[in-house]
């Protein structure tokens, strides 16, 4: 049996916000990770981290209650879009074709495991 959870944008634009604010915790465990071991700095920004995640993990929860599993995960790879992105902007990294690639064989796969085929 189908799961009837009515689909809205506000719903769609509510996870895609939760999607770019749990793509930085990428951006603040990579800023951990250049400061010195058990610095403020360091604690800092891997609280910035879980602090992320805690307030993901609620909003999540709350997505969930509006559109089925499967829609909202299959959107999540969305935040491998944001991380190639945030690499570029705060750490001078560069988008390569095959990292291009690699994303469009990443949301064909994530498509196709959540695709109804009835």
Request: include cysteine; aromatic fraction near 18%; charged fraction near 15%.
């Amino acid at each position: 049996m189908k799961d009837k959870k009515k689909l809205n944008v506000k719903s769609f634009a509510l996870l895609h916000v939760i999607l770019l604010l749990y793509s930085f915790c990428s951006v603040f465990s990579k800023l951990a990770s250049q400061q010195e071991f058990m610095s403020f700095q360091f604690f800092l920004f891997y609280g910035l981290v879980l602090l992320i995640l805690g307030v993901y993990a609620i909003l999540w929860q709350q997505v969930l209650k509006k559109m089925p599993l499967t829609t909202a995960f299959s959107n999540k790879a969305v935040v491998i879009v944001w991380g190639m992105m945030w690499g570029a902007l705060f750490f001078a990294e560069k988008i390569h074709w095959y990292m291009i690639v690699g994303s469009i064989i990443i949301f064909a796969g994530v498509i196709l495991v959540v695709s109804d085929y009835e």
